[in-house]
């Protein structure tokens, strides 16, 4: 156990930022919104290094939304290596437990211990090498998988921070505006404060749908529910994101082709994803997310 956390402690000292994404309860996007995130990191400088680690053991989706499901882990002499989704450049680097199941319909039914275990491997072996940002996506709630995240990460925990105000580990918060969302979503506040892991902010997703043909805006799930939680619990309010037709036909779609490559790498030189994103609506609202987060007193550099 203790080479495992000594292992561990080697593989964060050569990642810069990590950011939790959390939400009380499923089905609020939570997923996309990690995979937005990392894209729109991605294209924020030429020489962004991002990775995205799905600890979500019982419903990992990562892999799908990057265009990457079905494509295998490779084993290196310094751990596995990442599925790579930007080609040859290897600046935008995956893992998931989606990776390492036979077939994409199994379950994984695993008790506690096991998936402590599964995450101590993902953060011990997993060979992200010099990386910018680690945006990890977790399940909906708080609980083992999240407890034990944070144990794990407790050489970067808040509370040995690298700067003030700039701590390494930090998280957001995803919910959608209706009341019973919300009120999961003071849960994952009330988790993070209880563990002090700083929170960059909240995200009200599906706020509203606005048509593709008309451009009529209809409130599906009302609006402004994010908003007056934010203030009202102190939080940086990161912003609303409409329903996007564009965006869930495009995280949705057949997964890339490829054969993986000896470094794990998709056969996407133009990376193909990222064109495809840039064009949704999604994309100009979520730089405006990105903003807010860097404008924020705890954000990232």
């Known amino acids: 156990m203790a080479a495992t956390e000594s292992r561990i402690s080697q593989r ?32 924020s400088s030429p020489n962004a290094r991002v990775g995205i ?18 494509h295998p882990v490779y084993q290196s002499t310094d751990g596995w290596v990442p599925v790579y989704a930007d080609g040859a450049e290897r600046r935008l680097g995956c893992m998931s437990v989606g990776f390492l199941l036979k077939n994409p319909g ?57 700067k003030p105000n700039k701590p390494k580990l930090s998280s957001i918060i995803v919910t959608t505006p209706q009341a019973v969302a919300l009120t999961d979503a003071l849960k994952c506040l009330s988790f993070a404060r209880t563990v002090n892991l700083p929170v960059l902010g909240l995200i009200e997703n599906m706020s ?19 908003q007056a939680m934010a203030l009202r619990e102190g939080l940086a309010f990161l912003g609303s994101l409409p329903v996007d037709t564009e965006l869930v036909a495009l995280l949705d779609a057949t997964p890339m082709s490829g054969d993986g490559g000896s470094d794990n790498e998709v056969s996407s030189p133009s990376f193909e994803l990222m064109v495809r994103y840039n064009a ?17 007193n705890v954000g990232i550099e």
């Open 12 to 43: 964060l000292q050569h990642i810069k930022k990590i950011i939790i994404v959390l939400s009380g309860k499923g089905g609020v996007g939570k997923s996309s919104i990690s995979t937005q995130l990392a894209l729109t990191l991605y294209n």
């Open 106 to 162: 199994d379950s994984v039914v695993w008790r506690g211990p096991k998936k402590n275990g599964m995450i101590r491997q993902f953060l011990a072996d997993v060979r992200w090498g010099e990386l910018d940002y680690l945006i990890i996506d977790t399940p909906p709630g708080t609980s083992d998988e999240h407890l034990s995240l944070i144990e794990h990460l407790s050489p970067i925990h808040p509370n040995k921070p690298n």
């Open 53 to 70: 680690l799905d600890i979500d053991l019982t419903g990992p989706s990562i892999p799908r939304m990057l265009g990457l499901a079905g």
């Open 280 to 296: 949704t609506p999604s994309s100009k609202l979520f730089k405006l997310v990105l903003d807010k987060i860097q404008e924020s």
């Open 208 to 226: 509203g749908f606005v048509c593709p043909c008309c451009g009529e805006r209809s409130d599906v799930f009302s609006t402004g529910g994010g």
